[in-house]
């Protein structure tokens, strides 16, 4: 059985920090990314490799931060792809482990953020659907306060990035998956919702459930769109990658202008 040889390009360390320091990422800054790391090309040394050439980009004074989602600690009557039997839900909502922010695993964010997850160093938030892993000199405040009815708003990493200035690297993903764009839901007309988990609380495991903004990332590849049309967004290859770079803080601001009108709360 013949077995079809990868097509590259090979990306090494040292091709990937070359790249990412073509595209402009700054010594020190603080950065935000979403990553593909299949869009990347063969990786030598994988996803860890990926890890280290931002981190010795952004150097020993910036900090690198990642969505470590974890999304099936969830309510399964929300659950469609692929839906559960409704005869399962009680018992699942009772047995769903609690979150614990050492060892949940990140779940459908990619290889690389559980990389980092577990990366020495790394700090974690504490939503149990919602996280964000950093490493660097900005990690801890990054990271602390991030309240479990504030998925992506406030009280969340979304908005201690946009106080420290952040940007934001799309590096082979694509502007649905740009969380930063949630934060702007919570400061525009939306509806509140219903959200429960398993977290863990001094009197042990317990499911609860809060309220909190509805969000949505429906025609978020149309917002970035308009976005990059309108605003200073860094575009290049990193490997393979189509890659993006831009402020943190303006995407918000685009995002609270251009949601209302063209995406309007239901």
């Known amino acids: 059985m013949s077995i079809t040889p990868p097509t590259g390009p090979l990306c090494t360390h040292e091709s990937l920090v070359s790249d ?17 790391l299949s869009s990347l090309g063969w990786v030598c040394g994988g996803a860890g490799v990926v890890v280290r050439a931002l981190l ?23 659950w469609g792809n692929p839906p559960v039997p409704e005869a399962w839900w009680a018992d699942i909502r009772a047995s769903m482990p609690a979150y614990d922010a050492r060892t949940t695993p990140a779940f459908g964010v990619g290889v ?6 577990t990366w020495p160093g790394a700090v974690r938030s504490a939503h149990p659907q919602t996280s964000f892993t950093a490493v ?9 306060g991030h309240a479990p009815d504030c998925r992506l ?10 106080e420290a200035g952040a940007r934001v690297l799309l590096l082979g993903a694509g502007f649905d998956s740009c969380t930063a764009f949630h934060l702007a839901e919570y400061r525009i007309p939306a509806p509140r919702v219903d959200n429960s988990f398993a977290l863990m609380t001094p009197t042990g ?9 509805a969000i949505s990332a429906d025609r978020f590849d149309d917002l970035g769109a308009a976005f990059q049309a309108e605003r200073p967004v860094v575009r290049g290859t990193v490997g393979a990658a189509a890659s993006r770079l831009f402020s943190l803080p303006e995407a918000v601001a685009y995002a609270e202008t251009w949601l209302p009108e063209h995406r309007p709360p239901t």
């Open 205 to 213: 495991r317990r499911w609860s459930t809060v309220r909190d903004t």
């Open 112 to 117: 690389v953020p559980e990389t980092v997850r």
């Open 56 to 78: 010795d980009v952004l150097g020993d004074d910036g900090t690198l931060v990642v969505p470590t989602h974890s999304g099936d600690n969830s309510d399964p009557a929300h």
């Open 136 to 144: 660097g000199a900005r990690a801890t405040a990054i990271v602390d």
């Open 153 to 162: 708003g406030e009280r969340s990493p979304l908005a201690r990035l946009e």
């Open 20 to 36: 990412l320091r073509a595209l402009g990422l700054r010594t020190g800054e603080t950065l935000l990314v979403h990553t593909s």
